[in-house]
């Protein structure tokens, strides 16, 4: 038998947003593809790690993560939705929020099963639920306020669907689902006996008119949901990979199994430096982070209005999808690549969020950038008007 690559290698071929980020570093762009959130690292978590490490933190942890970390994830959760977890049994730290959903699909989906997506999605948990062996099925949110079809649900389920993945505030739309919406989801969930993924990592990136409510906290909703956030984006760590998954005990157990066998432990000395951040930075520091992106945000939208790139104005996160209709090129990827060669910045194109050829007419920016490298880039798109 001849060598080959595994029937699997498909599901990990570089994402476009690392390809942008590749294009955008080749002549030395402004990179607003990637989220790798620029922004200062908070002095608590900071000294949090470094201490740490001269303590000598630096040994493998708990396969779950340090206790003192699930003991303030456990803390934060409930200050912040009211969900009750036990940080003994119901939380599992792991290598950032895509470690966690990796082991989290392993315990709960056998090869084959099914799990509803909303597009535009983000490409891994795609690519997650592949390796998974897994199938996605795809429900498609309309613009201008991404909203969805329960007929259209309802039309996608069958007998073999497993779950379904609700990413809150979203990637790329920054959409920020609504208490009726997590209701007629609950309800879905419930007559069709799903799992429900939740990535959670921007729920402190909520901006006004908007609230964010953890699904686990619906009624009925405890025992199905598996809540995946982190630190990557709320500390701007995103290189640390600390992520978490708090779930019923009968299913942490297992995922925690899994976390050992692929990751063994997150970094030791950074789980300590992410403790100290829950727990000596209050509300201020939540408050002020979504005013100061939600500023940066009201800020781009007007420039990429003012450069004929009309953006879909996002509820959350940190992302904006622009129409690019006017932009030379066929393909989204030919528009965003006519973009960084004329203005130097760098976005990924919208195909890459959307199965099926779809999301050619958009692109996505990241606006998770200090204020003198935002306004640069403002300043380069307006080349485009």
């Not at 009925?220 to 500390?235: L, Q, Y």
Request: glycine letters at 10%; hydrophobic letters at 40%.
């Amino acid at each position: 038998m001849a060598l080959a690559l595994s029937s699997r290698h498909g599901c990990v071929l570089q994402s476009e947003i690392r390809n942008m980020s590749i294009e955008c570093s080749r002549i030395g762009g402004i990179n607003l593809s990637q989220g790798v959130c620029d922004t200062p690292i908070p002095d608590a978590v900071v000294r949090g790690a470094s201490e740490s490490i001269a303590t000598g933190v630096n040994t493998y942890t708990h396969y779950a993560g340090l206790f003192r970390l699930r003991e303030a994830i456990a803390r934060k959760q409930l200050k912040f939705s009211g969900m009750q977890c036990d940080p003994e049994n119901e939380i599992v730290v792991s290598a950032g929020a895509t470690g966690a959903l990796y082991c989290a699909f392993q315990t709960l989906l056998d090869p084959g099963d099914e799990v509803i997506v909303f597009e535009p999605y983000y490409g891994y948990h795609i690519s997650t639920l592949l390796a998974a062996e897994a199938v996605p099925l795809y429900v498609t949110l309309e613009p201008p306020g991404w909203t969805f079809s329960l007929e259209e649900l309802e039309r996608t389920v069958t007998p073999k669907t497993r779950g379904i993945i609700l990413n809150t505030p979203a990637n790329p739309s920054g959409k920020v689902f609504s208490a009726a919406e997590l209701s007629q989801l609950a309800d879905f969930a419930d007559t069709h006996d799903l799992f429900v993924f939740t990535d959670e990592i921007y729920e402190h990136f909520i901006y006004t008119g908007h609230e964010h409510r953890s699904f686990a906290t619906l009624p009925g909703m405890r025992e199905r949901t598996i809540t995946v956030s982190g630190a990557s984006k709320t500390f701007s760590v995103t290189g640390w990979r600390i992520g978490y998954a708090i779930c019923d005990a009968r299913w942490a157990k297992t995922i925690g199994y899994f976390n050992d066998l692929v990751y063994v432990c997150a970094p030791a000395p950074l789980q300590a430096g992410v403790a100290r951040g829950m727990q000596e930075l209050g509300d201020d520091y939540y408050i002020g982070l979504a005013r100061e992106y939600e500023a940066r945000r009201d800020r781009f939208c007007d420039a990429l209005s003012c450069a004929g790139l009309p953006p879909y104005i996002p509820d959350g996160a940190y992302y904006v999808l622009a129409d690019v209709s006017r932009v030379p090129g066929s393909t989204g990827k030919e528009k965003a690549m006519h973009i960084l060669n004329t203005t130097g910045v760098a976005s990924v194109p919208g195909s890459a969020f959307f199965q099926g050829g779809k999301g050619n007419t958009t692109v996505r920016f990241c606006f998770a950038k200090e204020d003198g490298v935002l306004d640069e880039a403002m300043g380069r798109l307006q080349l485009l008007a």
